[in-house]
């Protein structure tokens, strides 16, 4: 996005991957469609030591436009659930409409190019690679973060803002699975493949979206957004119906069916392999309704609509859909991108601490940050 605005400016531009192709993490986005924005873009959708730099880039390249774009190409699209949109065929549709913009921009692409050294000089940049050395006025770095090495990721971004003296966010995974310590693993094995609904929270920070337990401990959308706040040694909170009263059910039933299991009765809130393992946890066996005390049935409302837990860990950069922190914000100029302290001198995208939560609201920033360090590089 940035090597296609600032070539339309008729900039001379060459664009440099160190990958033997281009966009892998757009080609594997999504299931393979893409989710290419989110029609709900707005600051709040994203995380940041400054929360309000990312004001200036989206407001300056909104989702429309981008989808002026894919539309533009004759691209079918749909929409998802919360503002979501992925392509109808395939996520190298987008790849490939991005290169051809590149190709009418006059952007010389340069794959498999590894970059050996970056050096200022009176006029610009002196990049050296392993096929020569190229000298640029300008120099935007739109490498990523860490997530996911196995498609080339790297902390390459990071290591050039050190060399030139920027402050660093410390990197962590992002939009990550959490992990259970093997104890807790051991209690909740059986539940592997289960999904529920669910409200998960963290300090002001709240989800209303799907979890699944796995065989590491807990996945899907809910959980992938709260790990973005998550902390080592933090607890989330868990409610596992949240439209219902999880505790007003079950004096109901206590009332009108007092012979019934507690599994059973939970099972109306939860998925039944999910309600029998909460009974067993707080060691309500195989009694009926009338048999248990209120402090059996306080403890499994709670189960439900108020679970503390405490992971573990996450699954680190290996599935984190993303990295956050990045290169700080304050050495950064939110309109154009460019660091303050070092003339010609851009990050976009990953690589800056701005993170987006899960829905397509990530590549909304790499458009955005690209087309304003596109319209200054």
């Known amino acids: 996005m940035c090597a296609i605005t600032a070539g339309r400016r008729g900039r001379n531009v060459v664009l440099l991957d160190h990958a033997p192709t281009v966009g892998e993490k757009i080609r594997i986005s999504g299931g393979g469609r893409c989710n290419f924005t989110n029609i709900?873009?707005?600051?709040?959708?994203?995380?940041s030591e400054n929360p309000r730099f990312c004001i200036s880039a989206l407001s300056g390249y909104s989702p429309r436009d981008f989808l002026d774009l894919v539309e533009k190409h004759g691209i079918a699209w749909h929409e998802k659930t919360l503002g979501q949109l992925f392509c109808d065929d395939s996520a190298t549709q987008i790849v490939a409409m991005?290169?051809?913009?590149?190709?009418?921009?006059?952007?010389?692409l340069r794959t498999g190019t590894v970059i050996t050294g970056v050096e200022k000089t009176e006029t610009g940049f002196e990049i050296s690679t392993d096929k020569g050395q190229?000298?640029?006025?300008?120099l935007v770095i739109a490498s990523g973060?860490?997530?996911?090495?196995?498609?080339?990721?790297?902390?390459?971004?990071?290591?050039?803002?050190?060399?030139?003296?920027l402050a660093i966010v410390p990197p962590r995974p992002a939009l990550v699975p959490l992990t259970f310590s093997p104890q807790k693993l051991s209690e909740w094995k059986d539940l592997s493949g289960i999904a529920v609904d669910i409200r998960v929270g963290l300090g002001k920070a709240e989800?209303?979206?799907?979890?699944?337990?796995?065989?590491?401990?807990?996945?899907?959308?809910?959980?992938?957004?709260?790990?973005?706040?998550?902390?080592?040694?933090q607890s989330i909170q868990i409610d596992m119906a949240p439209d219902r009263d999880a505790m007003a059910l079950l004096k109901q039933a206590k009332i009108q069916s007092p012979r019934q299991k507690l599994h059973t009765v939970l099972a109306n809130l939860v998925p039944k392999r999910l309600a029998q393992v909460l009974a067993d946890r707080i060691d309500a066996g195989e009694r009926n309704l009338a048999d248990l005390p209120d402090k059996i049935l306080h403890a499994a409302a709670a189960a439900i609509n108020d679970w503390r837990v405490v992971p573990a860990g996450t699954e680190g950069y290996r599935t984190a859909e993303v990295t956050a922190g990045g290169v700080d914000t304050k050495e950064l100029s939110s309109q154009t991108m460019e660091a303050r302290a070092v003339p010609g001198l851009f990050f976009i995208g990953?690589?800056?601490d701005v993170t987006g939560h899960l829905g397509g609201y990530n590549f909304q920033w790499a458009w955005a940050s690209g087309f304003a360090a596109g319209k200054a590089a």
């Open 350 to 352: 990953e690589v800056v």
């Open 207 to 233: 989800f209303r979206e799907a979890l699944l337990f796995t065989h590491r401990g807990l996945s899907g959308p809910a959980i992938l957004q709260i790990s973005s706040y998550w902390r080592d040694g």
């Open 134 to 138: 190229i000298a640029a006025r300008h």
């Open 145 to 165: 973060g860490k997530s996911i090495p196995k498609i080339g990721a790297t902390g390459f971004g990071y290591e050039i803002a050190g060399q030139f003296g």
């Open 40 to 47: 709900h873009t707005k600051p709040a959708n994203f995380l």
């Open 98 to 108: 991005l290169l051809d913009e590149c190709a009418d921009a006059g952007v010389a």
